[in-house]
């Protein structure tokens, strides 16, 4: 009786997130599974290019591919009051006027309780590898359900507009999302926007059909061009991203709303929730943030304070403030004082 030499079984060498792998010849949802991926919940590149989900299944892996696997990670309620003041982007409305973030939480379940306080309705999500090291590890989409609340993936980190491009295409394969915040910053110390290389970004997105908004500096010139260019809305700096430091510039930003056809959304600065109703009192048509929800002391009750300040700013808005006068004017009438 002879035994039989077991068939072998070809591998191929692979690139995946930037470490070499060999993996068994197949297709790429064959290699995402064998990796203890769901191809559903992931996005892949392929040799720079944008492998579609649907296709997954029938793409043959070939020696030498180069892959990069990402998804997203961390980087509601209404009452009656604020029932008639929804408002609308990209012909997509909403109740809340907040929209937090979802980053330096210290861990996914803080997050979606900090979410379900604020009551917003939008969360920001950043584009990153998949760690393939640990395929089980929990999951963004784990704790917060993006068929509740809406992902408006973004560009976090990108310093080119080709950086920039490259991940809201990889983001629009994982979530099938074509509303995005583009964000491209100029250096690592201050977080600014460059702007030349965002309005760049801007005009190619839209041209493929992608609905940006665009976080910006807080200049009314420069916010009318991205208009002008395909944003959706236009997302001014209050202040320098985490400073905490507040809305620094009134008259640019009143001006900017003044400007606007589209939204406008104070982005990064607010730093606790008088910061949050400054913006809502500017006219601003709501305000995104999440350092000064997720570095409180108690993130929960500070998320909860900023859906309470973003709806008494919009408040105060919409009834129009007092003038406001050099010298005292009494109360009370001084007529008939005993």
């Known amino acids: 009786m002879t035994s039989e030499t077991p068939p072998q079984i070809a591998t191929l060498s692979v690139t995946v997130n930037g470490e070499a792998h060999r993996v068994p010849a197949g297709s790429v949802a064959d290699m995402v599974r064998g990796l203890g991926l769901d191809p559903a919940k992931v996005a892949v590149e392929r040799n720079g290019e944008i492998a579609p ?45 907040l929209i937090v973030g979802t980053g330096k939480y210290k861990d996914f379940a803080q997050n979606a309780a900090a979410l379900e306080a604020s009551g917003a309705e939008i969360v920001t999500v950043a584009v990153r590898r998949v760690n393939v090291s640990d395929p089980k590890a929990p999951m963004l989409t784990d704790f917060i359900d993006p068929k509740k609340t809406t992902y408006l993936p973004n560009t976090a980190g990108c310093f080119t507009a080709e950086d920039a491009i490259r991940t809201l295409r990889l983001a629009r394969e994982a979530g099938g999302w074509d509303l995005v915040k583009l964000e491209v910053l100029g250096e690592a110390k201050t977080l600014y926007p460059d702007m030349r290389e965002t309005l760049r970004a801007t005009e190619v997105l839209a041209k493929e059909g992608f609905l940006p908004m665009v976080y910006c500096a807080d200049d009314p010139i420069a916010a009318k061009q991205l208009e002008e260019a395909g944003a959706v809305a236009v997302m001014p700096l209050g202040a320098p991203i985490g400073s905490g430091l507040g809305i620094q510039n009134k008259v640019t930003i009143r001006l900017i ?20 109703a400054v913006a809502m009192e500017l006219g601003c048509t709501g305000v995104l943030m999440n350092t000064a929800i997720a570095e409180a002391k108690d993130p929960i009750r500070m998320a909860r304070a900023m859906k309470l300040a973003v709806e ?15 010298y005292a004017d009494p109360s009370s009438p001084l007529a008939g004082l005993i």
Do not use: C, K
């Open 53 to 97: 989900r649907s296709s997954l299944e029938v793409i043959a892996l070939a020696d030498g591919d180069a892959l990069e696997i990402v998804h997203f990670v961390g980087g509601g309620q209404d009452d009656g009051a604020a029932g008639d003041d929804s408002w609308t982007v990209a012909g997509r409305t909403f109740r809340s006027r």
């Open 257 to 276: 709303v003044e400007g606007a056809n589209v939204p406008v959304l104070v982005d990064a600065g607010v730093g606790t929730a008088s910061d949050a």
């Open 312 to 326: 008494a700013g919009r408040d105060a808005y919409r009834a129009g403030r007092m003038a406001t006068r050099r």
